[in-house]
């Protein structure tokens, strides 16, 4: 996937995945860490070190203490962590306590010796697990960052005593200047990890979540079409998680104030706020939830709009970047983004032009500028920008980055 220009041979090498979730799994972590271990297997021997399954009831194993399984000739090594559903807070605190003890149990003892641990921040403290793993093994050590906490907890108001956080982010700060090299998904983590924490701009790379083709769906489609955008003229889609990071009561008001023209918003995804949103949204017909459609149909549902939504609130640029961006770059739709102006999504939609960038913070402001945009002319030029910024953001290039970042330890 990650070597279609450069050609590399076999290393000696092994390389320790740490990360909670991993296919069947189907958090975006997930698939991004397959790619990345699919991409790692031409070139040296990868190893994941993840949880039992927890995201589908359907794929939920026994418990076991560890397993060892091959997925696409990639070494699954999974920990008996709980896997409560994610849905109930106590029970995902379970599951991520669970899998940090006993990956570090197995990572400490896993063999062959890792020369390399890379670890993501799915839970947000694997990051200490995984170098616990590369001290007492010897190890390079690889942070791989895809959510800055304690940061991103604290800014969207998730209880966390003040003393606890100044404890975290204290650790976490020791981390981030042990580790060898930090991978982060953004110029603005990468910014805001020099300018708040200290650390060494040239031991910070940017390696993008990228754009990857979708899944094959099984069906045509039809059925989830229709079902998205109802006898809507224009449909705007927010696809993914319903969390603390996004303006969404702003973007419901804003579609409150368009009145009957036409316009349909639909929310599609999961999250902690969905209920408290739905409540907000009742008897505003326009507006609709829909649960997650299956992985396959993925492609379906990003063609299903003519506009694409993303928000950020201000105060989080830097702390997180929704890999949604990619996904409605490569079905080729316009991106109506609710985001700061310093944000790379912002930056990123203005270099392409590949959509609109509206930083207000005005219900009616925006659902004028959702009109604007609605009867222009442009979005078809949009819709051609965002498929030329996809090509340029390809997973396949930015994983590449990542598989020479590895190959260069091994050359040292």
């Not at 990868?46 to 203490?65: A, K, T």
């Not at 790379?205 to 955008?229: A, C, L, M, Q, Y």
């Not at 079905?331 to 032009?353: G, L």
């Not at 442009?378 to 910024?389: E, G, H, I, P, Y």
Request: charged share 25%; aromatic share 10%; with cysteine.
């Amino acid at each position: 996937m990650c070597e279609e220009n450069k050609d590399y041979s076999r290393i000696n090498m092994n390389v320790l995945l740490v990360n909670q979730y991993y296919p069947p799994d189907t958090s975006a972590t997930a698939v991004i860490l397959r790619d990345l271990a699919l991409a790692l297997g031409r070139v040296c021997s990868p190893i994941v070190l993840s949880g039992r399954p927890s995201y589908n009831p359907e794929f939920r194993h026994g418990f076991y203490f560890s397993k060892t399984e091959f997925m696409d000739h990639v070494r699954v090594d999974r920990v008996g962590s709980t896997s409560y559903d994610r849905g109930f807070l106590l029970g995902r605190v379970l599951n991520y306590v669970t899998y940090l003890i006993l990956t570090v149990i197995r990572g400490v003892l896993i063999n062959p010796r890792p020369d390399v641990v890379i670890s993501m921040t799915d839970p947000p403290i694997a990051g200490f697990a995984a170098a616990i793993i590369s001290f007492f093994r010897r190890s390079t050590f690889i942070y791989f960052i895809q959510d800055l906490h304690p940061d991103l907890a604290y800014a969207v108001g998730f209880p966390i005593p003040k003393l606890i956080a100044r404890i975290w982010n204290f650790f976490n700060v020791l981390l981030l200047k042990y580790c060898d090299s930090i991978i982060v998904i953004g110029e603005d983590m990468k910014d805001l990890l020099v300018s708040s924490k200290g650390i060494e701009a040239n031991k910070i790379h940017v390696i993008r979540s990228g754009s990857v083709e979708f899944p094959s769906p099984k069906t045509d489609g039809t059925n989830i079409i229709r079902e998205i955008r109802k006898n809507y003229d224009f449909v705007a889609i927010h696809a993914g998680n319903l969390g603390y990071v996004g303006n969404f009561k702003l973007i419901i008001d804003a579609f409150k104030d368009l009145g009957d023209r036409s316009i349909g918003l639909v929310f599609v995804g999961q999250g902690a706020m969905k209920t408290e949103l739905m409540d907000y949204a009742k008897n505003v017909g326009s507006i609709r939830f829909i649960d997650f459609y299956p992985y396959d149909e993925l492609s379906h549902v990003y063609s299903a709009a003519d506009l694409h939504l993303i928000s950020i609130k201000t105060g989080l640029e830097g702390l997180v970047l929704p890999s949604k961006l990619y996904s409605a770059l490569k079905a080729e739709k316009p991106i109506f983004a609710n985001v700061p102006d310093t944000s790379d999504v912002a930056k990123i939609i203005k270099e392409y032009q590949c959509g609109v960038v509206a930083s207000t913070k005005d219900a009616l402001e925006m659902s004028k500028q959702i009109i604007a945009l609605k009867e222009s002319n442009t979005l078809d030029k949009m819709s051609v920008a965002a498929s030329q910024a996809s090509e340029v953001f390809d997973r396949a290039n930015e994983i590449r980055k990542f598989t020479e970042i590895v190959v260069e330890y091994e050359k040292n």
